[in-house]
């Protein structure tokens, strides 16, 4: 299984960004999948998770802000960045939402800066 996170880089606070993941060696279609992220200092955290009929949920600290999408066909994951805070700075990965985690892919920095 690979899981390889893109689309991270700076930008400034309120700001908007959108991270992929690319996901093969499994059928995805057939997973619940999640956004975690871990900032400097801190535990990897999960942030957003979608069902395979595309049923979302969200920490409480980026509910309302995040948007967690996922396109089948082409095997990857999205996450729709908005009104990003200093807060929201780490490194971004994708990964199951639940049962036995695959192995860790490269995650994407996002750095929430002025």
């Known amino acids: 299984v690979q899981l390889q996170a893109s689309g991270g880089g700076l930008v400034q606070p309120g700001g908007s960004l959108k991270v992929s993941c690319k996901v093969s060696?499994?059928?995805?279609?057939?997973?619940?999948m999640g956004w975690y992220r871990q900032a400097p200092g801190k535990e990897r955290e999960l942030v957003a998770g979608i069902t395979s009929d595309h049923t979302t949920n969200y920490d409480d600290s980026v509910k309302g802000r995040f948007t967690i999408s996922r396109d089948n066909v082409r095997r990857t994951l999205y996450l729709q960045m908005n009104s990003l805070k200093s807060e929201d700075t780490a490194v971004y990965y994708c990964?199951?939402?639940?049962?036995?985690?695959?192995?860790w892919g490269r995650g994407t920095l996002v750095t929430v800066s002025s």
């Open positions: 060696g499994i059928n995805f279609k057939l997973y619940e």
């Open positions: 990964n199951r939402r639940s049962g036995a985690m695959f192995q």
